[in-house]
């Protein structure tokens, strides 16, 4: 009998492709270039992704993932969402 001991969604590094495309992703979220997302861009972002989220679980979903509460996620925190996301 083994046991692997890896639950299935295990949490890892990022692989520089993963960061790679990441960055390329929230370069595009970025509409105004400022290197943040603030809330409209990521209500664009969801539309982009054919998400429909109600607004106000919008608003939830990005005080989130906005870890320090600047009203903007800037890419640690995008990539930190996308490494916890499920
Ligand atoms: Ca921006
Ligand atoms: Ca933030």
């Given at each position: 009998m083994s046991d692997k001991g890896m639950p299935p969604r295990a949490r890892r590094p990022l692989t520089n492709d993963e960061i790679a495309d990441l960055q390329e992703q929230f370069d595009e979220c970025d509409?105004?270039?400022?290197?943040r997302i603030d809330f409209t861009e990521f209500s664009q972002l969801l539309e982009n992704l054919g998400s429909e989220v109600p607004l106000e679980r919008r608003r939830s979903h990005f005080d989130t993932i906005?870890?320090?509460?600047?009203?903007a996620i800037d890419r640690a925190e995008f990539m930190e969402w996308w490494r916890g996301a499920s």
């Open positions: 509409a105004d270039g400022d290197a906005d870890l320090d509460h600047d009203g």
